[in-house]
């Protein structure tokens, strides 16, 4: 019942498995592991297998810790959905009154999500075996790294689950799951990379210690999915949880959102006491106090209390610490709203569509821009109040801290940044609920542009330095900068710091075109992004639900 006769298990296997989707990607995924091998591939060492070619180590450190990346980024997404679908699908009610019990539902829907993923964390292996050959990796490490990869996958992917198992919306679960896996991965990946001299020591830590902390975290979250299923909450209608904004705020434990106070009115408005006037949006004021908060306010206050949390070891080592890397805290910002932001505008378009209210909607005397101006606001408004939240300690890192009082126009220059990332994942998200038909597909549309625009040209320079690329190319590359605020925020003058251990050093004189180049880029890609979303109102084709 568990395992070998598990109807959930069974469907799920073979509905995810026999999808042109799953073939893509694995296709995908093998060519995208290829290209890095041929890419980074040294050309410039003689196979000598009673060497240790310092090349081949980080080729093969660097195929790793990309592979690990990549599968803790797509663990969540695969997982997240789990109990929430059933939700969405409105067959969750079916699902608690079945004879099954809730351990073999959340093994199955757990081991199910998973099985796609290992399948392409085992067919990288042929490819990490080529190298090999080229030394300076054992074969024993290859094997600690593995192990360590599939153990973390299947704790992200518990992790996915017991946040499904809570949350009614597959966004909400996903984007609580990426802001618990997050640290995690930074962690695991400081951890790689600081022991890389021990191989002893890391390996045991791989082996050993690691799998023993991960796999019973793993248990304990299953346990608490499985008995959240045994004894469910209240459910209403259409299998939704019957929720008391009064009542959850009174128990809640930790932050409480208080709309009728400062900050908080912000993001959450107060409750309706008169009627809508008539100078009023009616799309806005129905997203803002009747869609965002509908289902309660337990991951708005996990994700202000987790980042939150972050934010302040961070603050403390990149702003009264680690001078020469405060760029550092404005990436930590920037990660956050990518991942946050998104989840309150993939939704705006798709959920019209999925509980079939579209046509009404486009039937209605409301003009597009009417229409997009009233969903956009209301995530962007949201998201940048959650994302400045984050922006008070550079704030008091600027003002207590007088080496950045001589470096405030690079100051300016990373809330410019931090503001324009905003805008342009509030762009992007809304963009892809537009065009897409499923809340979900539109969420992972939109991480997947982000990826690509954000981290692609940064990895890819990092991945030229470190394999000797020519410096011509290396400068070539360096124009790619200007779609990524990461190259934007490293690109950012700065003065010597005025402490004795950088007396010695060079002031960072930054790449203020490359600046510039993302703050244009930015605002262009915007501007496109709304001319097609207006485009494809007025055109209302394919748009019916």
């Not at 499904?164 to 951890?191: D, E, G, H, M, N």
């Not at 796999?215 to 299953?222: D, F, H, V, Y």
């Not at 129905?286 to 603050?315: C, D, N, W, Y």
């Amino acid at each position: 019942m568990y395992v070998f006769e598990n109807p959930v298990l069974q469907r799920e296997l073979l509905v995810n498995l026999r999808t042109n989707r799953a073939f893509f990607l694995l296709a995908a995924y093998q060519l995208l592991l290829s290209g890095v091998v041929l890419v980074a591939w040294p050309t410039d060492v003689v196979l000598d297998l009673t060497s240790n070619p310092q090349s081949a180590k980080q080729l093969v450190d660097l195929f790793f810790l990309g592979q690990y990346v990549i599968a803790s980024l797509m663990a969540p997404s695969f997982a997240a959905g789990a109990i929430t679908g059933e939700k969405e699908r409105l067959t969750y009610e079916m699902l608690l009154a079945s004879p099954l019990r809730p351990g073999a539902v959340i093994l199955g829907k757990m081991v199910a999500s998973l099985t796609h993923l290992g399948m392409l964390i085992v067919a990288s292996l042929p490819i990490i075996v080529l190298c090999l050959p080229l030394g300076g990796v054992s074969v024993y490490e290859v094997l600690a790294a593995y192990t360590g990869l599939i153990v973390s996958v299947i704790l992200f992917g518990a992790i996915g689950v017991f946040c499904s198992s809570y949350f009614s919306r597959t966004s909400s679960s996903l984007v609580v799951s990426y802001l618990v896996i997050l640290p995690l991965v930074i962690v695991a990946v400081s951890t790689w990379m600081a022991f890389t001299d021990a191989g002893e020591l890391r390996l045991k830590i791989a082996l050993l210690i690691f799998p023993a902390i991960a796999l019973t975290a793993t248990i304990l979250m299953c346990s608490a999915a499985a008995g959240r299923m045994l004894y469910p909450p209240d459910v209403g209608s259409e299998g939704k949880e019957v929720i008391d904004l009064e009542k959850e705020a009174e128990e809640a434990v930790g932050l409480v959102i208080q709309p009728d106070q400062f900050p908080d009115r912000l993001f959450a408005p107060p409750k309706k006491r008169q009627l809508m006037p008539d100078d009023t949006n009616p799309v806005y004021d129905k997203e803002i106090h009747s869609e965002i908060f509908s289902q309660g306010t337990l991951m708005l206050r996990l994700v202000i209390q987790i980042s939150m949390l972050l934010a302040i070891p961070l603050m403390g080592i990149f702003l009264f610490w680690k001078f020469d890397h405060c760029a550092w805290f404005s990436v930590y910002v920037v990660v956050f709203s990518m991942l946050v932001g998104p989840v309150f505008l993939a939704g705006s378009m798709t959920s019209e569509r999925e509980r079939q209210t579209l046509d009404l909607l486009l039937t209605t005397t409301l003009t597009p821009g009417q229409i997009l101006w009233g969903k956009f606001i209301v995530g962007f408004r949201i998201s940048a109040v959650l994302t400045s939240f984050l922006l008070w300690p550079l704030l008091l890192g600027t003002a207590l801290n007088t080496v950045f009082w001589t470096n405030i126009g690079a100051v300016i220059g990373m809330f410019t940044v931090v503001a324009l990332v905003c805008l342009v994942n509030a762009s992007i998200a809304l963009t892809s609920s537009l065009f897409t038909e499923k809340t979900s597909i539109a969420l992972l549309t939109t991480y997947t542009i982000l990826l690509l625009l954000y981290v692609g040209p940064p990895a890819a320079l990092a991945v030229m330095q470190i394999l000797n690329f020519s410096p011509e190319s290396i400068s070539t590359m360096q124009w790619t900068g200007i779609t990524s605020p990461f190259s934007a925020l490293f690109a950012l003058p700065l003065d010597k710091f005025l402490k004795p251990e950088f007396d010695d050093q060079p002031s960072n004189v930054g790449n203020l075109k490359v600046v510039l180049g993302y703050i244009i880029f930015s605002l262009s890609l915007v501007a496109l992004t709304t001319l097609a979303m207006v485009t494809r109102l007025k055109a209302r084709v394919g748009l019916s639900a």
